[in-house]
């Protein structure tokens, strides 16, 4: 019998430890994947984040809004911003879902003509986008929000507005389809100008942002440059940035729990560090007597340590693989899918990423190792008289 | 019944493998905990805002301060409502302010975050006692003078005394004091005159949320019912307490479920570790528990042996785990609150009913995990087992 062979044997003497211990490891490894999947899914909204498209918003806060006429100077009426290739308009709408006010949403109020040309990453059939621009009251939802709210092409909703009040009637006329990962499939959308021509006098006119695109990514901070370079002497002035930077600075906000997040997935891996090195212990013990046969059959005392972790790398490696068997599924049928089509606002995209699995399943295999050290190293010191005296 | 003492005595000898058992209940323990003690700092320090004899006015129909605005002329109105307390000076003490979020850059070179700027009136100290100047002096009424929270200071670039502040192009407020206030989330704002904070954002006359001191907190519900059964208003009353709560909702909910999967995931792998344990505890001792049983021992006597060697176990782990979270006190928390978009500074804080709940969390978990060896010691038949 070779020393692989006495591994797997000893791997199935008692059997019931091996399997808690393999379970031990799959759901460590579980828990893992999921933590690092979730982390990796909040970034990508960051790290997908379009660098062509320039946000321009209010200097002071985004909570304030723009003049119009801010916007004649992209689209060639008073202006035109070297670089530019489309612009449109947009404004935060905040409103609800009349009855499930808790469920969040994003709702803008857009100019009609051009936010399709500026977001080409949102793709409408063409019959829809051209009733939605035929009905004042017509809004383009997401695929993810028509999901959530059963709500169809066709149907009669109401918004419950909350920076904006009074209940707002629309139709949905369309639905569109994300491109790109990274686009929020849970928006909704709706004519600027309906929203705008209800407004008391005093409010009216005024933007959320502009959004643009560039003609090349290339000169996204040159032309963000220009854009504010342009309302520098005027009252209000702006704040220009790509898509992607801006996203990165609204995740900032939340740094503090992905950092938390990431601690406890090492946390985790330490957990399971310990019940690996915990059972190997046990084994080690139990067969002190084996191995004194072993060492006086003339085996190295390096053969028993590479023994020892052989079969904590075994045990490790067999509890990664069956969590990750666990893991693709559960995610990517349930949990993932789950997540994409009812919080689409929060994760566009959750899915286990490649190397998130490879890392675990190094992790497994590493720790084990690691784990199974100390145990080894012991079995090398045994004396073989002592080893063999000693009964089980 | 067998003395706990044969139980405490083998937990010690093999004390490698229970040291390893405890660590990793620990670890699950103190993650249990961390979790609740985020919550608990975020309430706390949103609680420490609000006041049982304040009552907040906004829009109806807005969730927050920040999209709520109300003319000076309704303000006016309000004044009229009953159970409203008097100052000194027979005023009545209503409080219009302005909140507006802005960006700054962060002193650690990371780009930029939101902090709050809200627009006070002159009696805003003698309405919030718990604030006090640390540094420096109030900002003088009427003037271009602002103060800002304690929490702020080294978060930020350029926020000490003496530095100034960007409101708009043009409108500079200066930095005259530093003030802290009891740990509530004022601590993380920046606050300047009403009248100099909406001028700078052109919203003159306008307020954005009213605060009342009420004679007690049994006159909210007459005051509320005055204030909402004018419709033309259009206003909301709500407990200032209540207010804040509600802010904070969301978050809370988000740490809460995101603690508790976190938990429940690892405590799996901690009863896993605890089963393992007690399995390989009850196959060495096979003999003693066949000598156990021929001395007449019962076979429940010898499950609740074991099992409360196994709750020993968790409860060392949950122990240790408690002590690390306490550690975790010294630590603090920065994030964005979802309902302002303005930065929050917590710490984790602990409760004696939260570190109770997260030991006898472990102790569960030495429970399930120790039900199975438990069963599989009172069924060892005692004859095979003497035999060895």
């Known amino acids: ?392 | 019944m067998i003395p706990l003492n044969y139980n405490l005595r083998n937990l010690y000898v093999r004390s490698t493998t229970t040291i390893a058992t405890a660590i990793g209940i620990a670890f699950v323990v103190a993650v249990l905990a961390a979790a609740m003690m985020l919550v608990e700092g975020l309430r706390q320090t949103l609680d420490k805002s609000g006041k049982p004899d304040t009552a907040i006015i906004i829009r109806k129909g807005s969730d927050s301060e920040m999209p709520s605005s109300i003319e000076d002329a309704t303000l006016n109105l309000v004044k009229g409502a009953p159970g409203i307390a008097k100052a000194a000076d027979g005023q009545s003490q209503v409080m219009g302010e302005c909140v507006v979020v802005l960006f700054y850059d962060l002193a650690n070179g990371k780009g930029k975050s939101n902090a709050l700027v809200r627009g006070v009136t002159a009696d805003v100290l003698s309405f919030r006692p718990e604030v006090k100047i640390e540094q420096g002096q109030m900002a003088k009424a009427g003037s271009d003078e602002v103060i800002v929270g304690q929490k702020l200071v080294g978060r930020f670039k350029n926020m000490a005394i003496g530095d100034t502040i960007e409101l708009r192009k043009g409108r500079l407020g200066k930095i005259v004091g530093v003030f802290s206030a009891g740990g509530s989330s004022y601590e993380s704002e920046i606050w300047g005159d009403l009248d100099f904070v909406r001028g700078s954002f052109g919203r003159d006359g306008v307020v954005q949320s009213v605060r009342v001191k009420l004679t007690s907190p049994a006159a909210f519900d007459g005051f509320e019912a005055f204030v909402e059964q004018d419709k033309r208003l259009g206003l909301e009353a709500m407990g200032e307490i209540d207010y804040y709560r509600k802010q904070s909702e969301g978050t809370a909910l988000f740490l809460t479920v995101l603690g508790s999967l976190i938990a429940v995931f690892c405590s799996v792998g901690a009863m896993i570790g605890a089963s393992i344990t007690m399995y390989g505890a009850v196959a060495n001792r096979k003999r003693e528990i066949g000598v156990l049983r021929a001395l007449g021992f019962s076979k429940l006597t010898i499950m609740i042996s074991f099992l409360f060697e196994s709750v020993m176990l968790a409860l060392l782990g949950g122990m240790l785990g408690v002590l690390a979270a306490l550690a975790l006190q010294l630590v603090e928390f920065k994030m964005m609150n979802f309902a302002t978009f303005s930065e929050i500074v917590f710490r984790f804080q602990a409760t004696p009913e939260i570190l109770m709940n997260s030991v006898i969390a472990g102790g569960v978990m030495g429970v399930i995990g120790g039900f199975l060896p438990a069963v599989r010691a009172a069924r060892t038949p005692p004859i095979e087992a003497m035999k060895g």
């Open chain 1, 1 to 392: 019998m070779t020393l692989a062979g006495l591994t797997v044997k000893n791997i199935g003497h008692n059997w019931l430890r091996t399997v808690l211990t393999v379970l031990g490891v799959a759901i460590a490894i579980l828990s893992f994947v999921l933590i690092r999947t979730t982390i990796d899914a909040w970034e990508t909204a960051a790290k997908h984040g379009a660098q062509d498209r320039l946000s321009t918003i209010n200097r002071v806060t985004f909570v304030m809004p723009l003049p119009k006429r801010y916007f004649q100077e992209f689209n060639g009426e008073r202006g035109k911003i070297e670089g530019v290739t489309h612009a449109t308009w947009a404004n935060w709408f905040g409103g609800k879902h009349a009855t499930r006010e808790g469920e969040f949403f994003a709702n803008f109020a857009v100019d009609t003509d051009s936010y399709f040309d500026v977001y080409q990453d949102m793709a409408v059939p063409p019959d829809q986008l051209a009733a939605w621009k035929e009905d004042r009251q017509g809004a383009i939802i997401g695929e993810a929000l028509a999901k959530q709210f059963d709500w169809n092409v066709g149907d009669d909703v109401t918004l419950v507005g909350t920076i904006y009040p009074g209940e707002w009637k629309f139709h949905i006329r369309g639905i569109y389809v994300a491109t790109k990962k990274s686009v929020d499939r849970a928006q909704f959308i709706f004519h600027w100008d309906y929203l705008n021509e209800n407004l008391p006098p005093d409010r009216r006119d005024m933007i959320g942002w502009i959004a643009s695109t560039v003609d090349s990514a290339g000169r996204a901070a040159a032309v963000s440059e220009a854009i504010d370079k342009e309302f520098d002497d005027e009252d209000v002035q702006t704040r220009t940035m790509s898509e992607q930077a801006m996203n990165k600075e609204f995740l900032g906000g939340a740094s503090a729990i992905l950092g938390a997040l990431d601690i406890v997935s090492l946390i985790i891996m330490l957990i399971m560090m310990l019940v690996l090195g915990n059972t190997i212990a046990m084994g080690v013990r139990e067969r002190t007597q084996e191995y004194g046969v072993l060492l006086a059959l003339g085996f190295r005392p390096r053969h028993i340590a590479a023994f020892v972790v052989g079969e904590g790398v075994t045990i490790g490696l067999l509890g990664g693989g069956l969590g990750l068997l666990i893991a693709y599924p559960l995610i990517e049928q349930g949990v993932g899918r789950f997540l994409e089509e009812n919080m689409g606002a929060w994760f566009p995209y959750f899915s286990i990423p490649p190397e998130v699995a490879a890392m675990a399943l190094g992790f497994a295999a590493l720790l084990a190792a690691i784990a199974a050290g100390i145990p080894a190293y012991r079995a090398t010191k045994l004396d073989v008289i002592d080893a063999l005296r000693r009964l089980a």
